[in-house]
């Protein structure tokens, strides 16, 4: 006899819907709570009365069926609201990217820190000519939960605060010029976002000025930090 259910009731993010039979699917939702996975029966057909709340970053509500051997199957959903990536290309790289970083990055104890970050940044990316800024900051502050956030307080070699010229990547944080290899160089303008992006609180977020070309550059910089710190790569990568 199966065990008997109780419901779960999550609101969260989705992050990955995996095809695991002909049109049924496993997602994965990042929540306040941690990430959960369930299985979504018949949800991949556009019929679906849970197809929009399933959708890749879609916030939703769900309420799962939750079984004494801790699975979970999909019993009903009501979406709050879905990303529109149709317009932009590069909101829809960024979008690819956010879920790619959480899913790789974040573990279950971390996943309540990240959810109001994931939440504001989905927010701010309806705003025309800043996916690119809130995706740098998103990224900047992931790190920081994860363990792997930049100093930029200070030089992370003598502990100076001025002098400030550069980044070390692989001592973790910034340099001054008594302390600087070449390679650690970097212009004070990116430094200066580096240092905004790392230090923000939630309330800070819409202050950011920095443009596309700028948000893009760094980011890529941090993704090749994680690459080899961490070794894990992030595909996405390639859309932005």
């Known amino acids: 006899m199966a065990g008997k259910q109780t419901i779960k009731n999550i ?4 992050l990955r819907v995996s095809s695991y039979k002909e049109n049924d699917a ?5 929540s306040a709570e941690g990430l959960f996975s369930f299985l979504a029966r018949g949800v991949l057909k556009n019929t ?3 197809f929009s709340s399933c959708q890749l970053l879609a916030k939703s509500k769900f309420s799962l069926n939750e079984q004494k051997n801790g699975n979970y199957s999909l019993s009903e959903s009501d979406v709050i609201s879905v990303p529109d990536g149709k317009s932009s290309l590069l909101r829809l790289g960024i979008f690819s990217f956010i879920s790619e970083a959480c899913l790789k ?6 996943s309540s820190k990240i959810y109001p970050w994931i939440d504001k940044t989905m927010d701010d990316l309806k705003n025309e000519g800043k996916e690119a800024s809130s995706a740098l900051i998103f990224l900047s502050h992931l790190l920081n939960e994860i363990g792997y956030g930049l100093e930029v307080n200070e030089c992370v070699r003598c502990g100076g605060k001025t002098g400030i010229v550069g980044v070390s990547f692989k001592d973790g944080g910034f340099v001054c010029k008594d302390c600087a ?9 990116d430094l200066k976002i580096l240092r905004f992006c790392f230090k ?5 977020v819409e202050r950011a000025a920095f443009t596309t070309e700028e948000s893009i550059k760094l980011i890529k910089r941090l993704i090749r930090y ?9 595909k996405s990568l390639e859309l932005l």
């Open 105 to 110: 990055l974040v573990i279950e104890e971390e």
């Open 48 to 50: 679906s009365k849970n």
């Open 226 to 234: 994680i690459d080899n710190f961490t070794g894990v790569k992030l």
């Open 200 to 204: 923000c609180q939630l309330e800070d």
């Open 181 to 189: 290899e070449e390679s650690d160089k970097m212009d004070m303008r």
């Open 11 to 14: 609101e969260g993010y989705v």
């Open 26 to 30: 496993m997602v994965t939702v990042l």
